[in-house]
């Protein structure tokens, strides 16, 4: 087992060397930060304050992925808009056109702007939020992230510090890190909560190897708590109790097939700790190609890919939706008889893509399933509505019709999904969609080969 600890760490202290900022880096982030500050602090009025929140204040950044979270704090009783308004008028004019800087707005719960130091590859969030002393005077989501600051400072020694850096490290190698609804992995904060929960990454992935759901971690106490109450409260089977504010779920973000990855990747790392199970499969570019045709040559399965075009509105509005989408479509298969495997979404350049991957399959007729034989009159009027049926079967007490197939292929359903003939939705349409099997044009190949090592990487 002490054989077993020294490997593990040691396959930790070598990723650590590639990901943790080196003293340069953080004295230049300290630099751009402290400098972007002081021009803040000349724009703002007297009773706002600047405080830097975020990786950058916990000093648990990765190396080469600078954001830099600055907050601009207003007096309590700020009215939302006004703070806003102002917010994005500050942050303005900070900008300096003529030393290649630019910005952006973003919007998450309010807006807020993002300033890009082209060249020094570095960017800051300026956010505006309400300074609180106490949770209970929280006026908006962000408000929490100075209180954040404190807490996490106070709490996590340096080696922790690096632990986490680690643990977010082989999230994001796995495609799992960030809470965004695309992602629906871990965020940041809530990988500093379960190293300092579970004490040490070691830790932390035997915890997450083991991991039994419905659960709810309390990290103050460093207890797992089984309550009913709490999982109806959050409605959630997997919770992470932010200790600044127990009314907050930290790992509402984390969708179930995420942890489910991450505990399967914790399983199989402490089985055998090496720099190959840490990272996973990875794939380079030039492998794309082969990749793929190995993968269907050896499996037999068919790629099917919708190319579909979205409207600029952010992720979070827009893939939801295609997410929904892509789950109907294979709903919709699955009336017709058919069964996909794996499906995989991504938007890029303005376009959506759901790729669907099915065994070939050609479905002359379909069984459509009806009541219980002993539901007399149930059953008769099933009978009469499928009169011109070829037969009724009874499986085991349910009876069922069997019809020919209106579609007798999935290309042949995904060609009406395209036409637009399965239903309209809010920002995607199907005008203009395109479906290509199997041979998948070379522009989407890179996304499509991401995604699909991201699926069946374990
Ligand atoms: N935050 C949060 N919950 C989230 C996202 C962010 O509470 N789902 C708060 C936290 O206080 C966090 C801060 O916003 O410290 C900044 O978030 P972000 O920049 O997204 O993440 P970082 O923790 O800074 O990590 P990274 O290194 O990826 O920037
Ligand atoms: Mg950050």
């Known amino acids: 087992m002490q054989e077993k600890a020294r490997s593990m760490r040691k396959i930790f202290d070598r990723v650590l060397a590639q990901i943790k900022p080196t003293k340069e880096e953080i004295d ?12 803040l602090k000349k724009v703002v009025e007297k009773d706002i304050e600047i405080e830097v929140v975020g990786s950058t204040a916990h000093g648990t950044n990765l190396r080469g992925d600078t954001d830099i979270d600055i907050f601009m704090l207003f007096k309590k009783g700020t009215k939302r808009e006004e ?5 994005l008028s500050y942050a303005k004019r900070i900008v300096r056109k003529k030393q290649h800087e630019r910005y952006e707005i973003k919007y998450a719960e309010h807006p807020y702007t993002r300033i890009y130091l082209d060249d020094y590859n570095i960017k800051a969030d300026i956010v505006p939020a309400i300074k609180i002393g106490s949770i209970e005077e929280m006026a908006t ?3 929490r992230s100075p209180l954040h600051v404190e807490f996490i400072n106070r709490s996590l020694n340096e080696k922790q510090k690096d632990d986490v850096r680690l643990l977010k490290y082989l999230l994001k190698v796995h495609g799992i890190y960030g809470a965004e609804t695309k992602t629906g992995g871990f965020s940041g904060y809530l990988c500093e909560l379960l190293i300092y929960h579970y004490g040490s990454l070691e830790n932390a992935l035997e915890g997450l190897a083991r991991i039994r759901l ?4 309390d990290p103050n106490r460093k207890v797992e708590i089984r309550d009913n ?3 109806d409260k959050f409605n959630s089977d997997f919770i992470v109790l932010d200790p600044i504010d127990p009314a907050r779920n930290v790992a509402a973000g984390v969708s179930k097939e995420s942890l489910a990855r991450l505990s399967l990747i914790a399983t199989i790392f402490l089985e055998k700790p090496s720099i190959g199970t840490f990272y996973g499969k990875g794939f380079s570019e030039t492998e794309a190609t082969s990749l793929i045709k190995s993968f269907i ?5 068919h790629i099917y890919m919708i190319i579909v075009n979205v409207p600029d509105k952010s992720d979070e509005i827009i893939w939801p939706e295609l997410r929904k989408i892509s789950d109907n479509i294979v709903r919709a298969s699955a009336q017709y008889g058919f069964s996909v495997y794996i499906t995989l979404q991504w938007i890029s350049r303005g376009k959506g893509a759901m790729v669907f991957i099915a065994p070939e399959q ?12 002993f539901q007399g009159e149930h059953a008769l009027m ?6 011109n049926s070829y037969g009724f079967v009874v499986n085991g007490e349910s009876i069922g019709a069997i019809e020919a197939n209106k579609y007798k292929t999935l290309k042949a359903l995904f060609d009406d999904v395209i036409r637009g003939r399965f239903g309209k939705h809010k920002d995607i349409s199907f005008n203009k969609s395109k479906l290509f099997v199997d041979k998948i044009p070379k522009e989407y190949l890179e996304n499509l080969c991401a995604e699909l090592i991201r699926k069946i990487s374990i």
Do not use: Q, W, Y
Not at 28 to 35: A, K, V
Not at 214 to 217: D, E, H, S
């Open 141 to 143: 989501a962000v408000d």
């Open 214 to 217: 419905p659960v709810c971690l």
């Open 297 to 301: 040559e050896k499996t037999g399965l």
């Open 83 to 87: 703070m806003v308004e102002k917010a």
């Open 28 to 39: 230049e982030i300290t630099l751009h930060t402290n400098e972007l500050m002081l021009r």
């Open 362 to 373: 050609n479905l002359g007729s379909r069984i459509i399933k009806g009541p219980s034989a």
């Open 229 to 231: 109450a709490l999982f």
């Open 382 to 387: 099933f009978i009469k509505a499928h009169k």
